[in-house]
């Protein structure tokens, strides 16, 4: 069944959706946003987030952190916030996962001091930028916080009926996902679809992602004094006969390649390089990327082949290994990019579906069996000092959240979605 056209306009009019305080909505942003919480070192933003939920009195909710913390390499695990179902809600409610990263990449301007807080300005326009631009300010991924948070309390206080929701802060996201790579899959059971809330335009529909395959080798050789190079086997110069050999692969739209490190040699006491010895060990690694499945064998293939050849070829051992970040591919048609779409619309917003390279905890999500879209948080020129939000995009974003939570419990779309067109 297709969703009809004023279905988004009827959803957000028939709940009655109570409009927003956007001063409320950037305060409780700047709250997250001036937590310094790199990656590893969550615990301040994982207690504010417990914190924040229970303080909210949602009849029935349980508040913990899981088990991940040591194995995703963090010193807290990540935040599950379950919230049963409203009474009110018809029995064919959707179960929804609202999910966002509590770490932050630690991004200083030159000369600005470890301790120095971070400072939030508002522009007249309602542009949120860091004070004379001395640090990021985390709108990746405190924006996609502040939405979920408000989009819930708002939902909450206006009585809205709505499904089973379960709220995931993801620990560690930044470095390689490893908090939602550690997530044991028993926390999704029950759970319909996920929604990722994390940077990029408020609007935004990410329903494919690429998978990402990083991978490392040790390369060893023989050494030799550089007068009888010839009789050893140059670790140095097979690590860089494999880097051009894998660098040379031809890409297809859609895939990426990149060499990230090369090294050998020996640096002597006096600090100049030892040029009369033959390298007998290297290391190489980099990462390659694909939107599907068979471009990503394909470039497996090419690298692994690589390898072996380069052993063969300079009688070294290439011991090598590969870290796997599995991407998805979701339907346009399918029910969670539907849900996505309508409710962004119902929201005000202007839904785009697109796919990304980027990793998110969206990859893991699906990867673990749900089906889980990325929506657009509103952050932008992420990772620099630079880093900024609005007052609107917050608002904005907070708005594609209450209208999620109520699409997914409005009986004309529950019915649409549970008859999918394949
Ligand atoms: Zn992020």
Not at 102 to 126: C, S, Y
Request: glycine share 10%.
């Amino acid at each position: 069944m297709e969703i009809q056209p004023n279905l988004p306009g009827q959803i957000w009019k028939e709940r009655k959706m109570p409009r927003l305080d956007g001063q409320k909505v950037v305060d409780s942003f700047i709250s997250a946003a001036t937590i310094w919480a790199p990656s590893g070192f969550e615990k301040p933003m994982a207690e504010k987030m417990l914190a924040d939920f229970r303080q909210m009195n949602l009849p029935g909710v349980t508040a913990q952190t899981d088990d991940a913390g040591p194995v995703a390499g963090s010193e807290v695990g990540n935040v599950i916030i379950d919230i049963p179902a409203h009474p009110d809600a018809p029995k064919d409610a959707k179960s929804i996962v609202l999910s966002c990263h509590l770490d932050r990449v630690p991004v200083r301007a030159p000369g600005v001091p470890e301790d120095e807080p971070v400072v939030i300005e508002q522009e007249k326009d309602g542009t949120l930028h860091s004070k004379g631009f001395r640090t990021n300010i985390a709108a990746d991924d405190r924006a996609g916080y502040t939405a979920i948070k408000e989009g819930i309390r708002a939902i909450h206080l206006g009585g809205i009926p709505h499904g089973r929701i379960k709220v995931i802060g993801f620990v560690r996201e930044e470095p390689g996902l490893f908090g939602a790579r550690a997530l044991d899959p028993k926390h999704l059971e029950g759970m319909d679809y996920g929604f990722e809330l994390d940077g990029g335009k408020v609007g935004n529909v990410i329903r494919n992602s690429a998978g990402i395959q990083r991978f490392k080798a040790t390369i060893t050789g023989q050494s030799a004094p550089a007068i009888h190079a010839s009789k050893g086997k140059s670790a140095l110069s097979a690590a860089m006969a494999a880097g051009m050999q894998i660098s040379n692969l031809e890409l297809q739209p859609g895939q990426t390649l990149n060499l990230s490190n090369i090294q050998s040699g020996q640096i002597g006491e006096d600090g100049a390089p030892i040029t009369n010895q033959v390298p007998d060990s290297a290391f190489l690694a980099g990462e390659f990327r694909a939107r599907n499945a068979e471009d990503e064998a394909a470039m497996r293939s090419h690298v692994e082949q690589t390898f072996q050849e380069i052993q063969d070829r300079h009688g070294v051992q290439v011991q090598a290994e590969y870290d796997t970040i599995q991407g998805f591919q979701l339907a346009d048609h399918s029910p969670v990019v539907k849900l996505a779409e309508v409710a962004t619309q119902a929201s005000g917003s202007k839904p785009k579906v697109m796919g990304m390279m980027g990793g998110t905890n969206a990859n893991c999500m699906n990867a673990k069996g749900l089906p889980t879209v990325v929506l657009g948080s509103g952050a932008y020129l992420q990772h620099t000092e630079r880093e900024w939000t609005s007052r609107n995009e917050l608002i904005r974003a907070t708005q594609v959240v209450m209208s999620v939570i109520a699409a997914a419990a409005h009986p004309a779309v529950t019915a649409a979605l549970l008859a999918p067109t394949q």
